[in-house]
């Protein structure tokens, strides 16, 4: 049975491993002589990434290799599978043919292939400046082979190939291969979507400054907590909020966000939640004067003039984005990770932020394309927020503990408590307002779905460093934003999150992420060996995570280079898209 043809049959990784093909391992023949083992270099190495080298597939006990090797075959196989099962449906839904789907899944058959065979990168064939970009990219690559290169290289090219797929079928261009594991991720959560949902109305409202920080941090930890909802970790698999003593699998009978912060609490390695709420108000108070006294500012809001008849109208002046060192509102980031609950958080604080008044737009950075697995598009958002409007959902839950009673008294027990969807229903009402409206906008640049570390943002996309500029403070969501932050590189637990940022300082860094590959800063002396003597598999399953700040950032400078109206108008484009009607 050849390679692709089993590697489809058994529905799991090829048997055909990377160390069986590796030239190191194949002896040469003699002469007709026995065959003698040839004794050659050989790049997988049985070790973990040592110290301060870039996480890569060469060394056998690193999460690296484990990913290589064994996550991604079964992600790209489990995508055929679907293709196979489904493919009336998916014919149907996109105008496809029986011919596009057969070709779409050859064409992922050999991408796994080359995957665990290591092969040399093939070039992208669509033609189109970003996938010339990346041709460029993997030309320039020191190493263009599946698991000699760089970890996050490989990986991306991956998921970039599989779109690439989809690019040059005649009708599936427009076909998601992991719509329907985060439409299902996402009703699979409303139970905790419906319990935030409930609380989050009640401290939506102006509070003092104590209670604001206590809630901050309580948002902060919420969406931390809701990053364990990752299909990429779990290989498409549904993943369930659970108690932290009860292991992988054992799922609550009632799932409380809130008690989770309590149960995680020592799972929480660094948690700087009330340095990131006083120095985001003070900075957001800083740049609410600086606009308030700067013209430049206000004349992006101002209504256009009134035309009297026979008058020409004339459009409004806006001032360029490469010449204005102060923003034009006070804005916050989100740099998106997983759809789903996860998203569903990043909206809860996006809203909390915008009710306390403390800034006055959110925008968030999503995925152009389908991007590991579970990540957020332009589509996801917008199906998130409809679902929440539409949302129906109604539990009974236990009820409360019956008071003890006094001497001589009676106790009547609770009434039971009905957990529904009427908050969500309302917040989802104010989310779509906000988009409406532009408070709440919607970014995507080639950068975040292109190979690149976060270091090298300023060379590779200048004009989106400087659109972060324009934030009071940006939110990295997740394990590969740390990744990139970190420049993929496995450095001392213990080095502080400024240093590991390597430069990268467009504007205040919040990273909130659960931990799921081998490399962390910022760590107390002797908590790294510690975690490790319990567990030497603890950074690769969720269990633990951070809440980092950096609060040094370059300041905002007149640009040398040509506007960018980008960041402006594309929110509109977007969501215009999204619902296949004109952009504005």
């Not at 079928?169 to 992991?178: A, I, R, T, V």
């Not at 989100?334 to 809203?351: M, P, T």
């Not at 009710?355 to 996801?380: C, E, L, M, N, Y």
Request: charged share 25%.
């Amino acid at each position: 049975m050849s390679a692709s043809k089993k590697g489809s049959a058994d529905g799991g990784v090829n048997s055909q491993t990377v160390q069986e093909v590796d030239e190191s391992t194949r002896p040469d023949f003699i002469y007709g002589g026995p065959f003698i083992k040839v004794e050659k270099p050989n790049p997988f190495i049985n070790t973990t990434t040592p110290l301060n080298l870039q996480l890569q597939g060469t060394f056998k006990k690193s999460f690296a290799y484990y990913s290589l090797k064994e996550r991604m075959p079964v992600i790209l196989t489990k995508v055929i599978d679907y293709l196979s099962r489904e493919g009336a449906k998916v014919k149907s839904a996109h105008g496809a043919s029986d011919q596009d789907v057969v070709e779409l899944i050859q064409y992922i058959n050999k991408l796994k292939n080359d995957l665990i065979t290591n092969k040399k990168y093939d070039p992208l064939t669509v033609d189109s400046p970003e996938a010339r970009r990346w041709n460029q990219w993997i030309q320039d690559a020191e190493n263009q082979h599946y698991f000699t290169n760089v970890w996050v290289f490989t990986e991306c090219y991956v998921y970039r190939r599989l779109r690439e797929g989809c690019e040059l079928s005649k009708g599936l261009k427009n076909f998601d291969p992991f719509e329907d594991q985060k439409r299902r991720s996402f009703k699979g959560a409303l139970e905790p979507m419906c319990v935030v949902a409930d609380r989050l109305v009640s401290i939506l409202p102006p509070s003092d400054k104590d209670k604001r920080r206590t809630d901050f941090a309580t948002l902060l930890k919420i969406c931390l907590w809701a990053n364990k909802c990752d299909l990429s970790l779990s290989m498409g698999e549904q993943v369930s909020l659970n108690n932290p003593d009860s292991g992988q699998t054992q799922a609550l009978s009632f799932v409380d966000p809130f008690q989770m912060i309590v149960d995680f609490k020592d799972k929480v390695l660094v948690d700087d939640s009330n340095k990131i709420c006083d120095q985001i108000v003070a900075k957001a108070e800083a740049v609410a004067k600086a606009i308030a006294g700067e013209p430049v500012g206000e004349k992006v809001e101002s209504p256009p003039p009134e035309v009297k008849e026979g008058e020409v109208e004339v459009e409004p002046k806006i001032p360029c984005p490469a010449k204005m060192t102060i923003p034009s509102a006070v804005m916050f980031d989100i740099v998106c990770d997983n759809a789903g609950y996860e998203l569903f958080s990043d909206l809860c604080l996006a809203h909390f932020l915008i009710s306390q008044g403390i800034v006055q737009k959110v925008r968030f950075h999503v995925k152009k394309i389908p991007w590991f697995v579970s990540d957020v598009t332009p589509a996801d958002f917008k199906y998130t927020i409809d679902s929440c409007k539409n949302a129906n959902y109604k539990k009974e839950l236990p009820p409360e503990p019956k008071p003890e009673a006094t001497e001589g008294e009676t106790t009547e027990s609770p009434p039971p408590r009905v957990l529904n969807a009427d908050s969500l229903k309302e917040l989802g009402e104010v989310w779509s307002k906000y988009v409406e409206e532009g408070t709440f906008i919607v970014l995507c640049d080639d950068f975040w779905t292109s190979p690149h570390v976060y270091r090298d943002m300023r060379r590779i996309a200048p004009g989106l460093y400087r659109d972060l500029q324009f934030a009071v403070a940006a939110l990295f969501k997740g394990d590969l934003n740390y990744r990139k932050l970190l420049g993929e590189r496995n450095c001392t637990p213990t080095l502080g999150f400024e240093a590991a940022l390597q430069g990268f300082l467009p504007t205040p860094i919040v990273a909130v992420r659960t931990v799921k590959a081998d490399l962390i800063c910022g760590l107390p002396k002797g908590k790294f060996e510690q975690l490790s003597k319990v567990d030497e598999k603890w950074m690769e399953k969720g269990d633990y995570g951070v809440i980092q700040f950096c609060g040094k950032s370059e300041p905002l400078k007149v640009s040398d280079r040509p506007s960018r109206a980008r960041w402006r108008v594309t929110h509109f484009l977007l969501l215009s898209i999204a619902v296949n009607k004109r952009p504005f």
